[in-house]
């Protein structure tokens, strides 16, 4: 098998003439012109990073299941208690910023889709890890291994949308302990675009790692980022075996760790805005801080996932203020440790794409677009806090991530952007309608939905009177309905399918 991979690797500009021959026009992801909204200042960042290093040296971080851990950090420096971790001073920021890249390239199978990580960019994925899905037609009901592919396909259907994320759903049909060896796969050969590796357990990484160097080649895998891992702390101040020890096998292998506290503020951190970003900044930094004591210089993201909660029965609020401000906070610390950050994007509390979806998904994206988020995770799907991906709210989110591009590209002020000739000469009273700077800017002087209505109401009448939902649902069937497979060398397609099913075949199914 491994020389079959090297012999593939003479022909790898071939290869990538390919799998180009199918395009989906897009921009592989966004430059921001605008300024990064800041809600703290110089001395509030300070106190917050006082802290957080404080709550790390005094309280530490607990490690559960994971010994090797313990023994990396306490070689490192930090002191060790069992299976508590302390931290001196200042130590896992001196690590972070010694080698921690501020941007690194996310290869994709397809050179025009691979993606800058890092300021100015930002990145749109799409939601990740429900275990149901529903549409206008069936309902809500468990996802399945078609309906992940479905999600796969959509995704690479959508301009709007850069990356092709990771567990799009959860296919429940499929053994708990394989299924992530089809949802790899999938990623391999329903699109084209960077994709997330598993991170349920360390096994996992390494077999998202093996399938990639089959795709990739193993000299390429070994001397460029091709896989991303969503790693998330056990908050509070928890790190454990699965999350830890998959930053791990990313980390040795030169794969991107996306190192994220999950806080449900109230309940899994204090109820201030301040003590949120701080155990954020604590958490976060030393799992960053790991994964660069176990390889130095192995890419890394800061992430921040923030939710408040009804204080009355427990469950996730989404669209409040409160995660807001922690995530514009949490995105300049992030600058300051010069590292790329992540946060989410339309998030919902909402069980179908209605009206509180609609705002609650503005409320929670608008933030990461002002915090110049690097890398928005969940950016269309996201219904019911999470637990649902939903195919009409995937095509609605989209539509709307499309429109980002424009506001994030701030103004242009070239001699086109002035429009200093028909300002000067079209007169008072006279319309621009017919000048020639609208003649030839009139095309794309505007964005335009793909789904928004419109026109007037008798026309919506004539058309059937379709709301949003309605004509969501047409789309994603159209869109299912004109996809087309992009390009795979036969022999990848053929060795890949050989690994997985031999990889299967060695160890009985499980449900854990």
């Not at 006082?50 to 005094?58: F, M, Q, R, S």
């Not at 219904?383 to 991906?389: A, P, S, W």
């Not at 242009?412 to 030839?440: F, V």
């Not at 969501?472 to 299912?480: S, Y």
Request: glycine content about 8%.
């Amino acid at each position: 098998m491994n020389a079959r991979r090297r012999r593939r690797g003479g022909g790898r500009a071939a290869r990538q003439a390919l799998r180009t021959a199918r395009v989906i026009e897009q921009q592989p992801f966004l430059t921001r012109r605008m300024s990064r909204t800041e809600m703290l200042s110089q001395e509030g960042m300070e106190l917050v990073e006082h802290n957080a290093d404080t709550l790390l040296e005094e309280v530490g971080i607990e490690l559960m299941n994971f010994p090797e851990a313990v023994s990396i950090y306490g070689a490192a420096g930090a002191d060790v208690d069992g299976t508590r971790v302390r931290f001196p001073r200042g130590m896992c920021r001196a690590i972070i910023t010694a080698s921690a890249p501020s941007s690194f390239v996310q290869h994709a199978r397809n050179p025009a889709r691979s993606v800058t990580i890092g300021d100015p960019h930002m990145v749109f994925a799409p939601a990740y890890g429900s275990p149901f899905v529903r549409d206008a037609d069936a309902g809500r009901r468990y996802a399945t291994i078609e309906d992940f592919r479905n999600f796969a396909k959509l995704t690479y259907m959508s301009p709007a949308l850069h990356h092709g994320g990771g567990t799009l759903c959860e296919p429940v049909d499929l053994p708990v302990n394989k299924r992530h060896l089809d949802m790899v796969q999938t990623h391999v050969v329903y699109h084209d675009k960077p994709f997330m590796s598993s991170v349920t357990q360390p096994e996992r990484a390494q077999d998202s790692v093996d399938i990639v160097k089959i795709v990739f080649g193993e000299d390429f895998v070994r001397d460029n980022t091709v896989l991303m891992g969503l790693c998330n702390a056990n908050s509070p101040m928890t790190w454990d075996y699965a999350m830890l020890g998959s930053a791990k096998v990313l980390a040795e292998n030169n794969q991107c760790s996306l190192i994220t506290p999950f806080i449900i503020v109230g309940a899994m951190a204090p109820v201030t805005v301040a003590a949120a970003v701080t155990q954020t900044l604590a958490e976060a930094m030393a799992g960053m801080a790991f994964t660069q004591i176990v390889r130095p210089g192995a890419p890394v993201i800061f992430g921040s996932f923030a939710a408040s909660m009804s204080m009355q029965s427990g469950a996730p609020t989404f669209g409040t203020p409160e995660p807001a401000l922690v995530l514009l906070c949490v995105a300049q610390l992030a600058a300051r440790l010069g590292v790329p950050f992540r946060s989410g994007g339309n998030l919902t509390a909402s069980k179908i794409p209605d009206a509180q979806a609609a705002y609650e998904s503005a409320t929670t994206f608008l933030p990461a677009l002002a915090a110049g988020v690097n890398f928005v995770l969940h950016t269309a799907g996201w219904l019911e806090g999470g637990l649902t991906m939903g195919y009409e709210k995937f095509v609605l989110d989209a539509d709307q991530a499309s429109m980002m591009s424009r506001l994030v590209g701030g103004v242009d002020l070239s001699e086109n952007g002035q429009a200093m000739e028909p300002l000067l000469t079209n007169g008072p009273g006279q319309h621009h309608l017919g000048t020639a700077h609208t003649m030839a800017n009139f095309e794309d002087a505007f964005w335009v939905s793909s789904q928004a209505d419109v026109d007037s109401f008798e026309q919506w009448e004539l058309n059937g009177s379709m709301d949003s939902v309605g004509r969501a649902n047409v789309e994603w069937k159209r869109l299912l309905a004109e996809y087309e497979r992009p390009e795979l060398d036969d022999a990848i397609y053929q060795e890949l399918a050989e690994w997985i099913a031999v990889r299967k075949a060695s160890f009985p199914d499980s449900e854990v």
